[in-house]
């Protein structure tokens, strides 16, 4: 067994801590995170420092990292704001079902432009009647002479409003079909004729924001089509474990940082003349969340080590999403007790990690869904 990054990923972990450290400030995220505004000018420092081209391979300008390299970066960004890292995984996690599921001439499109921040993506698949339940998606492309015509309304999409987003489109392409059978994935420039998008307002994750998106009438050429006609589950199954232990690791990076300011403030904060943190149950309170931050991280390196040497990870992926997110908002919750009145004041940034660390059992697959499905995968017949 072997616990030791090698040279290369413990210098890309210090320099995207360095750079994090110099561009994300504290003053930068509360502004964005106040203003709902998207991370344009941090967006750029990722491109500039070729962030975007880790796992892709070089001969579409990438630089060839692995899922341990994602995972680092993940880490690191959600040390930050796991609302930032929203921003780039999105981008990341389609990029890479385009590289995987498409065309040779589709990828040589749209990769470079997607690494050189040309473009932006964003996914969307969540509908008003379709959550969980994906055979409920309602939205529908047609034929329609040599290109095809979207209808539908989506939700929930992350990122999908930025500037240059290229929202990929789940929609059904038979409608009489299982979603399996009858789903198609489709590239959609946010502002093409037909497209409207909503601002929602969300409890966090405000700067990269989550929309809903009308699509009325819009007509998307053939070339758009990724993973080929009705094969659009086979895409999203692709991507499933990367995705899902990346944002993991966000889980992670987000709980270190309550930890630490929790940490801080029990040493820093008097009553009754000494540290909150020498009453036992304020430490005991902090030794549990650091041994469950600890668990849910050996988790996810496990789950990733597994999926980068080539071993099918499922169980373990979702086993490590499941009990990290749940462990993230177990912390948050913590830290906020710990910090009192201001934990829960709006100037503090606990409040935030709480606000971003609730989404995250619902978002990427909720915490039930993962259940079913690591039921499942230990032989037990769970509906649906
Ligand atoms: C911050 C945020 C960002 C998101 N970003 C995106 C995005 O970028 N693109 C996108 O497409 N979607 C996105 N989503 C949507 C997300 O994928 C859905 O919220 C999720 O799939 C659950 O759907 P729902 O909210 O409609 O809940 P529902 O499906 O209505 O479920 C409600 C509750 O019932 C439970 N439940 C439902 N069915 C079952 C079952 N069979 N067994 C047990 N429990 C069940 C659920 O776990 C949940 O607790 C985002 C969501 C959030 C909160």
Same mark, same amino acid.
């Given at each position: 067994?072997?616990?030791?990054?090698?040279?290369?990923?413990?210098?890309?972990?210090?320099?995207?801590?360095?750079?994090?450290?110099?561009?994300?400030?504290?003053e930068?995220?509360?502004?964005?995170?106040?203003e709902?505004?998207? =991370?344009?000018?941090?967006?750029a420092?990722? *491109?500039?420092?070729?962030?975007?081209r880790m =796992?892709? =391979?070089?001969e579409?300008g990438?630089?060839?990292?692995?899922?341990?390299?994602?995972?680092?970066?993940?880490?690191?960004?959600?040390?930050k704001?796991?609302?930032?890292?929203?921003?780039?995984?999105?981008?990341?996690?389609?990029?890479?079902?385009?590289?995987?599921k498409?065309?040779?001439?589709?990828?040589?499109?749209?990769?470079?432009?997607?690494?050189?921040?040309? *473009?932006?993506?964003?996914?969307?698949?969540?509908?008003?009647?379709?959550?969980?339940?994906?055979?409920?998606m309602?939205?529908s492309?047609r034929?329609?002479?040599?290109?095809?015509?979207?209808n539908?309304?989506k939700?929930?999409?992350?990122?999908?409003?930025?500037?240059n987003?290229?929202?990929?489109?789940?929609?059904k392409?038979?409608?009489k079909?299982?979603?399996r059978?009858?789903?198609?994935?489709?590239?959609?420039d946010?502002?093409?004729?037909?497209?409207?998008?909503r601002?929602l307002d969300?409890l966090?994750?405000?700067?990269?924001?989550?929309?809903e998106?009308?699509?009325?009438?819009?007509?998307?050429?053939?070339?758009?089509?990724?993973?080929?006609?009705?094969?659009?589950?086979?895409?999203?199954?692709?991507?499933?474990?990367?995705?899902?232990?990346?944002?993991?690791s966000?889980?992670?990076?987000?709980?270190?940082?309550?930890?630490?300011?929790?940490?801080?403030?029990?040493?820093?904060?008097k009553q009754?003349?000494?540290?909150?943190?020498?009453?036992q149950?304020i430490?005991?309170?902090?030794?549990d969340?650091?041994?469950?931050?600890?668990?849910?991280?050996?988790?996810?390196?496990?789950?990733?080590w597994?999926?980068?040497?080539?071993?099918?990870?499922?169980?373990?992926?979702?086993?490590?999403?499941?009990?990290a997110s749940?462990?993230?908002?177990?912390?948050?919750?913590?830290g906020?007790?710990?910090?009192?009145?201001?934990?829960?004041?709006?100037?503090?940034?606990?409040?935030?990690y709480?606000?971003d660390?609730?989404?995250?059992?619902?978002?990427?697959?909720?915490?039930?869904?993962?259940?079913?499905?690591i039921?499942?995968?230990?032989g037990?017949?769970?509906q649906?």
């Amino acid at each position: 067994m072997d616990f030791e990054f090698s040279e290369e990923q413990r210098m890309l972990r210090e320099s995207v801590r360095k750079m994090m450290a110099k561009s994300a400030t504290p003053e930068y995220i509360r502004r964005l995170d106040h203003e709902q505004a998207f =991370p344009d000018e941090l967006y750029a420092e990722w *491109v500039k420092m070729g962030l975007f081209r880790m =796992p892709f =391979p070089e001969e579409y300008g990438g630089l060839g990292g692995s899922v341990i390299d994602m995972v680092i970066i993940a880490e690191e960004l959600s040390y930050k704001s796991f609302d930032l890292f929203s921003a780039f995984g999105s981008p990341i996690f389609c990029g890479l079902n385009v590289l995987r599921k498409g065309t040779e001439e589709q990828k040589r499109h749209w990769l470079p432009k997607l690494l050189s921040g040309e *473009v932006k993506f964003s996914v969307s698949m969540s509908e008003p009647e379709a959550g969980c339940d994906i055979g409920a998606m309602r939205t529908s492309a047609r034929r329609d002479g040599d290109g095809w015509v979207i209808n539908g309304q989506k939700l929930w999409a992350t990122g999908a409003g930025a500037k240059n987003n290229v929202i990929n489109v789940y929609v059904k392409t038979d409608t009489k079909a299982h979603y399996r059978q009858g789903m198609s994935l489709f590239l959609v420039d946010n502002n093409a004729p037909g497209v409207q998008l909503r601002k929602l307002d969300m409890l966090g994750r405000r700067c990269t924001g989550t929309y809903e998106i009308f699509l009325n009438d819009v007509r998307v050429p053939h070339e758009r089509l990724i993973g080929g006609e009705n094969n659009g589950w086979q895409v999203v199954l692709s991507g499933l474990q990367v995705e899902r232990i990346t944002s993991t690791s966000g889980y992670i990076g987000g709980m270190q940082a309550i930890l630490d300011l929790a940490l801080q403030y029990a040493k820093d904060r008097k009553q009754f003349g000494r540290p909150i943190g020498s009453n036992q149950v304020i430490a005991h309170m902090l030794a549990d969340m650091q041994t469950e931050l600890e668990a849910s991280r050996l988790m996810m390196w496990r789950a990733a080590w597994m999926l980068a040497t080539g071993k099918d990870a499922l169980k373990e992926i979702s086993m490590a999403k499941v009990f990290a997110s749940e462990t993230y908002v177990k912390l948050a919750n913590m830290g906020m007790q710990i910090l009192g009145a201001y934990g829960y004041n709006m100037e503090f940034d606990m409040q935030r990690y709480f606000r971003d660390a609730r989404s995250t059992t619902i978002g990427a697959g909720t915490s039930q869904m993962q259940r079913n499905l690591i039921a499942g995968l230990m032989g037990l017949k769970v509906q649906p």
